[in-house]
């Protein structure tokens, strides 16, 4: 299942020795509610080998502002607290999982 971050939680997640991948999203975007269940997916299916995350922009607006999310869903990847790929609106499964493995 993936975690929920916050505004308080988000440094110590994203510098994790592992990727994470950090969907951004709003409880009244549709399109969100459609990526939902494929970002519960990668995260069950990367279990152990990345960390995946949700951040409710709403909830969390310093997160939002600091990363410059203006349109959701965006999937930030990180790896070493750092910004290695970017996804704005729904993409396939295969498409995330592939970006996410690409840094394992």
């Not at 950090?22 to 009244?28: G, M, S, Y």
């Not at 080998?49 to 990363?67: L, P, R, Y």
């Given at each position: 299942?993936?975690?929920?971050?916050?505004?308080?939680?988000?440094?110590?997640?994203?510098?994790?020795?592992?990727?994470?991948?950090?969907?951004?999203w709003a409880t009244w975007c549709?399109?969100?509610?459609?990526?939902?269940?494929?970002?519960?997916?990668?995260?069950?299916?990367?279990?152990?080998?990345?960390?995946?995350?949700?951040?409710?922009?709403?909830?969390?607006?310093?997160?939002?502002?600091?990363?410059?999310?203006?349109?959701?869903?965006?999937?930030?990847?990180?790896?070493?607290?750092?910004?290695?790929d970017k996804l704005v609106g729904?993409?396939?499964?295969?498409?995330?999982?592939?970006?996410?493995?690409?840094?394992?």
């Amino acid at each position: 299942m993936a975690l929920e971050i916050t505004d308080s939680t988000f440094s110590e997640i994203i510098n994790s020795d592992k990727p994470v991948l950090v969907d951004f999203w709003a409880t009244w975007c549709g399109p969100c509610r459609m990526l939902g269940p494929i970002i519960e997916e990668i995260a069950t299916d990367f279990e152990g080998k990345a960390v995946v995350g949700k951040v409710d922009v709403d909830n969390n607006q310093q997160i939002s502002m600091e990363f410059g999310i203006r349109n959701i869903p965006t999937v930030l990847i990180f790896k070493n607290g750092e910004v290695v790929d970017k996804l704005v609106g729904v993409s396939p499964k295969e498409v995330i999982a592939q970006k996410l493995s690409a840094h394992l």
